[in-house]
Nanobody, 121 residues
C-alpha cells in the first residue's frame, strides 16, 4: 500500500506552470518534514524543496524564486507549485516524508512513486 501518492505532473511548455500534490493515504495522523526531490534522465536524484512542520522552507538554488512548497496538514497533503518552468526541470518528481505517524506506528523515510514532469522548449 502506497503511503504517499504524487499527482499533477505532465507535459508543459517552457515558461509554464504546474502544481504537484503529494497526498498521504491511509490512516496517517501526522507528517514530518516533507521534501520534494527530482531525478532527471540519466542523473542522480536531487533535493528540490523541503518544508518543515513549522512551515519553514528550503529550496535548491536552481529553483529559488520559481518553485513554492506548501503543506496542508489537515489534508495530509504537500504541494509544489512550479512557475517559469525550464526544459532542465524535466524529471521524475518524488515526495518524501522523513517520518509519518500512522495507526500502525511510525514510518520513516517514506517515498512516493513519482510523477513525470516534462518541459518542452
Amino acid at each position: 500500500q502506497e503511503l504517499l501518492v504524487e499527482s499533477g505532473g505532465g507535459l508543459v511548455q517552457a515558461g509554464g506552470t504546474l502544481r504537484l500534490s503529494c497526498a498521504a493515504s491511509g490512516r496517517i495522523f501526522t507528517l514530518g518534514t516533507m521534501g520534494w526531490y527530482r531525478q532527471p534522465p540519466g542523473k542522480q536524484r536531487e533535493l528540490v524543496a523541503s518544508i518543515y512542520r513549522d512551515g519553514n522552507t528550503d529550496y535548491a538554488d536552481s529553483v529559488k524564486g520559481r518553485f513554492t512548497v506548501s503543506r496542508d496538514d489537515a489534508k495530509n497533503t504537500v504541494y509544489l507549485r512550479m512557475n517559469s518552468l525550464k526544459p532542465e526541470d524535466t524529471a521524475v518528481y518524488y515526495c518524501n516524508a522523513d517520518r509519518l505517524t500512522t495507526n500502525q506506528g511510525p514510518r520513516y523515510d517514506v517515498w512516493g512513486q513519482g510523477t513525470q514532469v516534462t518541459v518542452s522548449s
